[in-house]
């Protein structure tokens, strides 16, 4: 099967290993980022790679940058196959501007313990697990080794950027999350919540990172939330996840290797987001070799 999981290119220094994707110096102005076919749940990494996702967040990745050029400059350079993207080298903002509408994961456990303020953004009372907030909240928080929420007059006061710059961060944030809920709506899915990370480019805010993806977002089927709101779980992840909890191993931990059945319908149903969202089936050669294929692209372009 053709995957690309734990992989170097010799020519270019890795300048970042993350959970899912690797980051490779091109030059002062330019960064390679390479989508992998890791998965990760409950925090760690899975043994197996999952094919053809990495060309499946990179595709959604650039399909909404392309799609959200009228809210904001963005660091997309070009496409370099199915996996990598070619980006500008921006200097980054370090927080995560977190937009969120509906209370579930760790705000929702925090409701439950009485908070009502989350990151600085108040909520309501008597909400119940799931449900939308009368509007979306931002919840940025810093990234650091453990990313910690923060009000945006800390933001300010401990100089992560300037008043100005976040301003204009929640602007966009929150418009890239009212186009993209819009988008996600006619398409069947709820943009549950999702994150955005800004940088500078000649002084200039840009969107750097990813967008929209599974990753970096929640996605819910519509339908399922009508039928059962508090039930609304994350299309792309909830059944590896409940595979692990029913499957831990015999010393009562959850396993790090899924099952060939869980792999293939993983595959199925990250294609199929791929496939509903950009109206296009995904180019993903079966039997190629993802790492040759970069390879190959990579020399088009004279990169390497
Ligand atoms: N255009 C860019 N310029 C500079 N840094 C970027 C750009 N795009 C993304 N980054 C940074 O690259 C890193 C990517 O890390 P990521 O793959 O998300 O791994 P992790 O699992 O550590 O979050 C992030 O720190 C992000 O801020
Ligand atoms: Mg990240």
Not at 84 to 104: D, W
Not at 237 to 263: C, H, I, Y
Request: aromatic share 10%.
């Amino acid at each position: 099967m053709n995957y690309l999981y734990d992989f170097d290119i010799p020519e270019l220094e890795k300048i970042h290993r993350g959970k899912v994707r690797d980051s490779f110096r091109v030059n002062d102005k330019q960064r390679l980022i390479v989508v992998s076919d890791r998965i990760s749940a409950f925090d760690s990494n899975l043994k197996n790679p999952i094919p053809s996702k990495g060309a499946v967040l990179n595709g959604i990745a650039n399909w909404w940058f392309e799609n959200t050029r009228h809210i904001t400059d963005n660091h997309v350079i070009k496409m370099i196959g199915t996996n990598a993207m070619l980006v500008k080298e921006a200097v980054p903002i370090r927080v995560e501007m977190v937009v969120r509408g509906y209370i579930c994961g760790s705000v929702w456990r925090g409701y439950e313990q009485g908070e009502r303020t989350f990151s600085g953004a108040k909520v309501p009372n008597n909400l119940t697990r799931n449900a939308a907030f009368p509007q979306p909240i931002l919840t940025p928080t810093t990234k650091e080794k453990n990313d910690r929420p923060i009000t945006p007059d800390e933001i300010v006061a401990e100089g992560w950027t300037t008043a100005e710059l976040y301003k204009k961060m929640s602007e966009k944030a929150l418009a890239l999350y009212d186009f993209g809920s819009k988008v996600m709506a006619e398409r069947g899915y709820i943009l549950v919540d999702t994150k955005y990370e800004f940088g500078l480019l000649d002084g200039k805010l840009i969107l750097i990172d990813e967008i929209h993806t599974p990753d970096s977002s929640r996605f819910w089927s519509a339908k399922d939330y009508e039928k059962a709101p508090a039930k609304a779980a994350q299309i792309d992840k909830e059944f590896v996840r409940q595979w692990m909890l029913a499957n831990k191993t015999t010393d009562g931990n959850l396993p790090n290797t899924l099952s060939n059945e869980v792999v293939a319908e993983a595959i199925l149903r990250y294609q199929h987001i791929y496939e509903t969202l950009t109206g296009e089936s995904l180019k993903w050669d079966e039997n190629g070799d993802a790492l040759q294929q970069l390879r190959r692209e990579l020399k088009k372009e004279g990169i390497i």
